[in-house]
């Protein structure tokens, strides 16, 4: 594999070492947290296609460009062997014919957490972390306790508390920024917002060029900012990450700014939606219409109209551009 390579997806580390970004890969929600505990049918590699990972290599832009979806379903049949062959799914030892590289196995499971959501794709990539994360590959630790936190599947299977024990091992230590801010973001999920700011400025502070969610760290922030009604450091923050084309701090200051500049509200939607944030196609229609509301001229009005019309149109997610 190419070790300069790094993706950040949301809630999944990819290296060890952080790399200049381009823009973040289309992000899904969370599955749904696991109820019970996993079965063999879970399991089944019929369930996992080369087609399963073709739609995440292509969206997260040639991160993993020598990763082939052809070989990523040779390691996930081999780990499915594995567990056929009586391996426990979340500290399976891989060796022989079903080896499989650390490094590998944890990309293969970020894939899996990226394809389109399934029981199947939810129970290989949370299994391949786990199992990754008990043979000693720190950034599967990190990563699996992210995803379980923000999931909702924290502490909902016995098999994985190591790794939720390892996990909460290294945010105790206090030197990795990554799992810090998986803390910090759980912290605001929760509403403790004062919390969420301690730590998550811990983070920051610390002088570590490994930091492949600083992004995501820094956002957070702003967004703990908000809700303790600290506006001007939130601003603050929105402003360093809207500078780097960060489209949800792009949409959070274009919220900040509607009221009082309005053309400056207009850009800063513009750059979010181009961004990946669709939604902000609909904000825009919406403040054209307000505008034409406030002309009296008509052809002014009809040209807030025209363009209103253009960006309701771009708001449909079956509209390519």
């Given amino acids: 594999m190419n070790s300069s390579r790094t993706v950040n997806p949301q809630w999944c580390q990819?290296?060890?070492y952080a790399v200049s970004r381009g823009p973040k890969a289309p992000l899904r929600p969370p599955p749904r947290a696991p109820k019970a505990e996993s079965r063999p049918d879970m399991f089944d590699i019929n369930k996992i296609t080369t087609r399963t990972f073709e739609e995440p290599i292509r969206a997260i832009g040639g991160f993993f460009d020598e990763l082939k979806p052809e070989e990523c379903h040779v390691y996930a049949s081999k780990f499915a062997d594995a567990i056929k062959n009586g391996a426990d799914p979340y500290n399976a030892k891989l060796s022989g014919?079903?080896?499989?590289?650390?490094?590998i196995l944890h990309e293969v499971a970020?894939?899996?957490w990226l394809a389109?959501?399934?029981?199947?794709?939810?129970?290989?990539?949370?299994?391949?972390?786990?199992?990754?994360?008990e043979a000693g590959y720190h950034i599967s630790t990190v990563s699996l306790g992210?995803?379980?936190?923000?999931?909702?599947g924290w502490g909902k299977l016995q098999g994985l508390k190591r790794v939720e024990d390892r996990f909460r091992q290294i945010v105790s230590e206090g030197k990795d920024q990554n799992a810090l801010t998986a803390e910090g973001e759980s912290f605001?999920?929760?509403?403790?917002?004062?919390?969420a700011v301690r730590i998550l400025k811990r983070a920051l502070s610390l002088n570590d060029f490994d930091f492949d969610w600083r992004d995501d760290c820094q956002m957070c922030l702003g967004q703990s900012y908000?809700?303790?009604?600290?506006?001007?450091?939130?601003?603050?923050?929105?402003?360093?990450?809207?500078?780097?084309?960060?489209p949800d701090a792009d949409a959070e200051l274009a919220r900040m700014l509607r009221k009082t500049n309005p053309d400056a509200a207009r850009q800063r939607m513009y750059s979010a939606a181009i961004g990946?944030?669709?939604?902000?196609?609909?904000?825009?229609?919406e403040l054209e219409l307000e505008q034409e509301a406030q002309v009296t001229d008509s052809e002014s009005k009809k040209d807030h109209q025209r363009w209103a019309m253009e960006w309701f149109r771009l708001a449909d997610p079956s509209v390519k551009f």
């Fill in 97 to 103: 014919e079903n080896d499989i590289p650390l490094e």
């Fill in 110 to 112: 970020a894939l899996l």
């Fill in 188 to 195: 605001y999920k929760a509403g403790r917002y004062e919390a």
């Fill in 226 to 246: 908000l809700k303790l009604g600290r506006t001007a450091e939130a601003r603050q923050v929105f402003e360093a990450l809207g500078g780097a084309r960060i």
């Fill in 14 to 16: 990819s290296r060890t």
């Fill in 146 to 152: 992210r995803c379980l936190m923000m999931s909702g």
């Fill in 276 to 285: 990946g944030r669709r939604d902000m196609f609909s904000q825009l229609a």
């Fill in 116 to 133: 389109r959501p399934t029981a199947a794709t939810h129970a290989f990539s949370t299994a391949m972390w786990a199992s990754a994360s």
